[in-house]
Each structure stands twice: as structure tokens, then as C-alpha cells.
């Protein structure tokens, strides 16, 4: 990625998919309770929160998205090579069209689950765009790679961290939340996130592939 990086940054798209729930919040760090006696405080929360599933794709040029994997009747569904490539063909690839855009001229970067690098979502993917960046795909990906996905480490953080600071109450409100926190993000904080994700990939090859602390603790 080093190599090239510089020759296909305004042709990258990096994707990938996280569940939103209507009543989670973001913890920076480990909550604790100070008190001299035990407050004997119960929180209960539910077992199955209601969620939905959102897949982003980022790029220099903007976000392709959201994209919501639900049924006709707004149930969110499971993310299989069957709905992935669905949401790539009636979705994704449009969308990039719309903005001007030639799959077949960019670069397609996503993780190595399952519904991703089924045959047929490998198969669909290298007849649309003109690299894949992945498992199994043209040019490998690491499979444990928070730290270098910018959907990992800014897009999907960013919209949780944003959308979970309102007062939400139903699912349809959750996806204008996050549909509109999408449209916020502009193309110089993007440039800076790409910039961010040059520079982690250099640390990484410096540590030679172990943990990025210097990106990790930096603010």
C-alpha cells in the first residue's frame, strides 16, 4: 500500500459496515463510582437493543452513504454475500456513478468477513471495480486492522460518537441521526483523515506489524 498509495489516494474507497443501537452511548474510558459507602445502584438495559446496520464507503471525494440492510418492512437484516453484493449492484455502485465517478477506475479496500469475501462477492467485486484491497482479493489486507481501516479508526467512531450525543427514541429516528452527521463531514477533514492513514501505514512496517502506539495514544 506504501507503494502505490500516493498514485491511488484520490482512487481509494474503503467500506465497511457497523451496528448502530438506540440506546448505546460511547465510553472513552472506564467508568467507575466514588463514593464512601456503596450506592447499590442497578442499571438495567436491555438484551436485545434495537439496532440497525450501516455500511459507509469513504473516499477523498466524499462518502458513499449510508446504506441500511433492512427488509421492505424496515427490519434490519444480517449482512450475507447475497445482501453485500445487493447493496454493492443496486446501491454502492450507483451512488459512485452519481458522483461522477468510474468503478471500474477505482480501488475497493474492505475486511475480511465473511459476507465480503464469499466467491460471489469476490467474483462481483472484480468484475465492477478495477483492484480489490482484501482477503482474497488482488491486493492483501490484513486481517486484524483497525488501525489502518479508516472506517475503523475515524468514520464509524465519528458518526457513534456524534449520533449518540441526541436523545433518540425510535430506529427512524437513529438513521436520519446518522444520515445527517454523514453529510457534515467535508472533503479537508477527509483529506486530513487520508493523510492520518498514510502515516499509520508507515508505523506500521516501523513496528513491523505490531500495535501503533504512537497512533494509538495520540490525540
Not at 56 to 71: A, D, L
Amino acid at each position: 500500500m506504501l507503494n502505490i498509495v500516493d498514485d491511488v489516494q484520490g482512487l481509494l474507497l474503503m467500506s465497511d459496515e457497523a451496528h448502530f443501537h438506540l440506546d448505546s452511548t460511547v465510553n472513552k474510558q472506564n467508568m467507575r463510582y466514588w463514593a464512601p459507602n456503596n450506592p447499590k445502584i442497578t442499571i438495567q438495559q436491555p438484551l436485545h437493543s434495537p439496532k440497525v446496520t450501516c455500511w459507509c464507503g469513504v473516499g477523498t471525494f466524499g462518502i458513499v452513504g449510508p446504506f441500511f440492510f433492512e427488509n421492505e418492512t424496515g427490519v434490519t437484516e444480517t449482512v450475507n454475500s447475497a445482501r453485500y453484493v445487493a447493496m454493492l449492484q443496486t446501491y454502492a455502485i450507483p451512488e459512485l456513478i452519481r458522483l461522477g465517478l468510474d468503478p471500474t477506475n477505482l480501488y475497493f479496500q474492505q475486511d475480511g468477513a465473511t459476507a465480503h469475501t464469499a466467491r460471489n462477492s469476490m467474483a462481483f467485486l472484480r468484475t465492477e471495480f478495477m483492484s480489490v484491497i482484501s482477503r482474497f482479493g488482488d491486493i492483501p489486507w490484513p486481517p486484524c486492522s483497525p488501525d489502518l481501516s479508516i472506517p475503523d479508526f475515524f468514520l464509524l467512531g465519528y458518526l457513534k460518537q456524534n449520533v449518540y450525543m441526541r436523545r433518540l427514541r425510535t430506529l427512524q429516528e437513529l438513521k436520519e441521526a446518522i444520515i445527517e452527521e454523514v453529510a457534515t463531514i467535508d472533503r479537508d477533514l477527509l483529506q486530513k483523515v487520508f493523510g492520518s492513514f498514510c502515516k499509520r501505514l508507515q508505523e506500521c512496517v516501523d513496528c513491523n506489524g505490531g500495535h501503533l502506539e504512537d497512533v494509538i495514544f495520540k490525540k
